[in-house]
């Protein structure tokens, strides 16, 4: 692994390090850790893991944190056919993030609601939308706000829900130990935020 990379650590990001010189510092550093943890690396067992966790860090676990990843959206313009008050909601989309304070799983389901402006956009592309942002270190507070924010951008419209249900394995496996607790996380914007009304829809439409 080249050294003057590593010196560079604190500037880590796409513009400096392409996607293999991130995997070959990881896989230095976690096999470290795991010495350091007086595991034996020689174990045929354990002789790929630092390599096999730095690639899963990089290609799966965090694949979000490079802007490259950004999914393909394909967007509809709206026309008369539509009727432009129309909610549309995608409910239990598939969560699973990691913690970015104990590095751990959090899992569960998000509900996303827009009502459209002027285009609309394929449904399974609501849900990549999560799991892009999902796939980076995160809290769940910023997870939330980050695909709120993004969905009202890309379909340029001000009305935009988004609500998420997580489970913590921080908060089952260690400190609190608490098994049956959830976390919530809501942001609403635009009408969504000023009609209690269309709140309580959505609420409906994803707990159905
Ligand atoms: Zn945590």
Redesign the pocket.
């Known amino acids: 692994m080249p050294n003057n990379i590593l010196t560079e650590e604190s500037k880590m990001n796409d513009v400096y390090l392409s996607e293999n010189e991130k995997i070959d510092i990881i896989e230095a550093h976690m096999e470290k850790i795991l010495l350091t943890l007086g595991l034996d690396l020689s174990d045929p067992s354990m002789n790929e893991t630092p390599r096999r966790v730095a690639k899963m860090y990089v290609k799966e676990l965090f694949y979000g944190l490079s802007s490259a990843n950004f999914p393909k959206l394909t967007f509809i313009p709206i026309d008369s056919t539509f009727t432009k008050n129309q909610m549309i909601v995608t409910k239990n989309i598939l969560v699973q993030s990691i ?1 970015e ?2 590095f ?1 799983p959090m899992a569960g389901v998000a509900h996303v609601a827009y009502i459209p402006t002027k285009k609309i956009i394929g449904l399974s592309k609501l849900n990549r939308v999560v799991e892009y942002f999902s796939k980076r270190p995160q809290i769940q507070e910023k997870l939330t706000h980050q695909v709120c924010e993004c969905i009202s951008n890309i379909l340029d419209t001000p009305d935009v829900a988004v609500y998420f249900e997580l489970t ?1 394995f ?1 908060m089952q496996f260690r400190g609190v130990k608490d098994p049956n607790s959830k976390t919530i996380t809501s942001e609403f914007l635009g009408k969504f935020q000023s009609d209690q009304a269309l709140k309580d829809e959505f609420y409906l439409k994803s707990s159905r």
């Open positions: 913690c304070h104990h751990l913590h921080c």
